[in-house]
C-alpha cells in the first residue's frame, strides 16, 4: 500500500481536491469503489477523505437522499486529464446521466486543482457551483482545516470558504441530516443526529481469563454459542463484540492462531443465523493483530475493534485500509501489561486524550482507512485511574468536539469494570449491573453512540430510557 504524503508534494505532482457523491444503490459501496479506483492509477494518491453527509437533494428534488463527502489528493495528471480519469472512473462504475444534477450512482467532481483557475467548455476550476452548495462546502471545509502548504485560487481561502459556508447554513432550507459512518450493509451510526438510537454493543469474550466474564462462553460447545448469542439479539444488541484475547491488566499473550480458534467456531456460529435474525446487525471483532483481523473479516466479519488503535501491530491499519471495513481506534498507553502505571496526564486530561486520538486518526488516515470508516473510544479502565474514568465519563461532550474529531462516532465501554467496584465496594464484576446502569446512563448523556456491555438485556432498558431523556 501506497504510503499518503503529508510533506510539500515531489516535482510533478499537483494536489487537488474532489467532490464525491451517490443516491443510487449501495451508496457507500459507490463511493468506495470510486475511491478504490481513484488509487489504482498509478498517477493519482487520496491524501484523506472527509466524513460523509446525509444530504437532502438539491436543485431536482424528487430524489433520493444523498451521501455527500470529499477527498484530497496528490496527482500528476493536468486538470482536463484528471477530469477524463475522473469520467472514466464514473463511467466504469455504471453511471448513467439521463438529467442534469438527477439521481446518480456515483458523482465526481473537480473542486480545486492546486491554486489555478482553469475554465473551458468542459471543466471550470474553481468548481463553478461549490459556493452555492452546502453539502460540497461541509466536506470540503472539513479537510482545509487539515491541509498545510497549500495555495488556493483569489477568493477562496479556507477562511472565506467557512464564512461562506456558515451563511448557507443560515439560510439553507436543506441541511445535512448526520454524518454517516456504515457498520455492515445494513447497519450505521449518525452521530450528529439529535434523535439517534445508542447502540448495543454485546460482549462475547471467548477467553479463559477476561476479567468478568472469563471461562463463561466456550468456543467448543456450539449449542451454547448459538443460544447465547441468539439471547443476545433477541435482547437487542445491534453488534456483536467477539474477543479470544484478554486485554485485562497482566493478561498473558496468546499466537494469533490459538486467538482465531477461539474467535472462529463463534463467527461461524453467528453467521450460519437465519436472516430474519441478523439482518441490521454487524459483527465486531475484538483484536489488536492484523492477521486475526484479516482472517475475520474474511469469514464475515464487519468491524475491527482494536484496544491499540494500531499500535501494536505495525500492519494493523493498513489491513484494516485493505479489507474496507470500519474500525473502533480506542485510547490506551503502552500495552495491556503496562498501562496501569501510565495515568499521568500533563495539563487537561480531556485536551491530553483528545490529542492523543488524533495522532490515531492521521495515522489510520495515513494508512489510507476513509474517515467514514472511523469510530473513536475513550478507552475507559485503559491507562486512567478510577478519577480520570469519571472525569471522561462526565466531559464525553467535550471529546465529541474536540477539534480534529468532529462527526466521529463514539463507543463507550464502561460495563462492569474497577472504577464501578470502587466506587459501589462491589467485588465480583458480575454484580456491577447497577453501577454499570448508571455509568451507561452517563455514556448516553455525553453523548455515546454505542455502548459496550456484558448484560444485554437490562443495558438495553438502561438505553431506551437514557435515549428517551437526552435523545430528542
Not at 450528529?192 to 477476561?210: C, E, F, G, K
Amino acid at each position: 500500500m501506497q504510503q499518503r504524503s503529508y510533506a510539500s508534494l515531489k516535482e510533478g505532482w499537483h494536489r487537488a481536491f474532489i467532490a464525491l457523491g451517490s443516491n443510487q444503490g449501495d451508496r457507500v459501496g459507490e463511493i468506495e469503489a470510486a475511491c478504490r479506483e481513484m488509487e489504482s492509477q498509478v498517477d493519482i494518491r487520496i491524501v484523506r477523505t472527509s466524513n460523509l453527509w446525509e444530504t437532502e437533494p438539491m436543485y431536482v428534488v424528487d430524489q433520493a437522499i444523498f451521501l455527500n463527502g470529499a477527498c484530497e489528493i496528490e496527482t500528476r495528471l493536468e486538470p482536463i486529464e484528471l477530469l477524463d480519469r475522473l469520467q472514466g472512473i464514473e463511467n466504469k462504475l455504471g453511471r448513467h446521466k439521463i438529467i442534469d444534477k438527477g439521481p446518480r450512482n456515483i458523482d465526481l467532481d473537480i473542486l480545486f486543482y492546486d491554486d489555478i483557475q482553469f475554465n473551458n467548455d468542459r471543466l471550470q476550476i474553481p468548481h463553478k457551483l461549490m459556493l452555492e452548495r452546502e453539502f460540497v462546502l461541509r466536506p470540503l471545509c472539513q479537510i482545509l482545516k487539515k491541509t498545510s502548504n497549500h495555495s488556493f485560487p483569489q477568493g477562496y481561502h479556507p477562511e472565506s470558504l467557512s464564512k461562506n459556508l456558515v451563511d448557507l447554513q443560515k439560510n439553507s432550507n436543506n441541511p445535512p441530516i448526520s454524518t454517516f459512518t456504515p457498520l455492515s450493509p445494513s447497519l450505521s451510526l449518525r452521530p450528529l443526529s439529535p434523535s439517534r438510537p445508542t447502540h448495543i454493543m454485546s460482549i462475547l469474550n471467548l477467553t479463559p481469563d477476561s476479567f468478568s466474564d472469563g471461562g463463561v462462553h466456550s468456543s467448543s460447545d456450539l449449542t451454547y454459542l448459538r443460544n447465547t448469542l441468539l439471547a443476545h439479539l433477541d435482547s437487542g444488541a445491534t453488534i456483536l463484540d467477539l474477543g479470544g484475547q484478554s486485554t485485562r491488566p497482566r493478561a498473558p499473550q496468546i499466537n494469533p492462531s490459538k486467538e482465531l480458534s477461539r474467535i472462529l467456531p463463534a463467527l461461524a456460529t453467528l453467521r450460519s443465523l437465519p436472516e430474519s435474525q441478523i439482518d441490521g446487525k454487524a459483527i465486531s471483532i475484538d483484536t489488536y493483530r492484523a492477521s486475526v483481523a484479516r482472517e475475520a473479516v474474511k469469514r464475515g466479519a464487519h468491524i475491527i475493534n482494536d484496544v491499540s488503535a494500531g499500535t501494536l501491530d505495525p500492519d494493523m491499519l493498513p489491513t484494516v485500509a485493505e479489507l474496507g471495513v470500519s474500525v473502533v481506534l480506542m485510547h490506551m498507553r503502552g500495552t495491556p501489561e503496562t498501562m496501569t502505571s501510565l495515568t499521568t496526564y500533563e495539563g487537561d486530561l480531556i485536551t491530553a486524550i483528545g490529542n492523543e486520538l488524533l495522532d490515531r486518526v492521521r495515522a489510520a488516515e495515513k494508512a489510507g482507512i476513509r474517515r467514514w470508516r472511523i469510530i473513536l473510544d475513550p478507552g475507559i479502565g485503559f491507562a486512567k485511574n478510577a478519577a480520570q474514568n469519571l472525569e471522561l465519563l462526565r466531559r464525553m461532550r467535550e471529546l465529541r468536539d474536540f477539534p480534529g474529531l468532529e462527526g466521529l462516532p463514539w463507543l463507550v465501554a464502561t460495563s462492569r469494570k474497577g472504577f464501578i467496584g470502587t466506587l459501589t465496594g462491589v467485588k465480583k464484576a458480575e454484580e456491577r449491573g447497577w453501577g454499570t446502569a448508571a455509568a451507561v446512563t452517563a455514556a448516553v448523556q455525553g453523548g455515546a453512540d454505542v455502548v459496550r456491555v456484558h448484560d444485554v438485556g437490562e443495558m438495553g432498558m438502561v438505553v431506551k430510557v437514557a435515549d428517551a431523556v437526552w435523545r430528542v
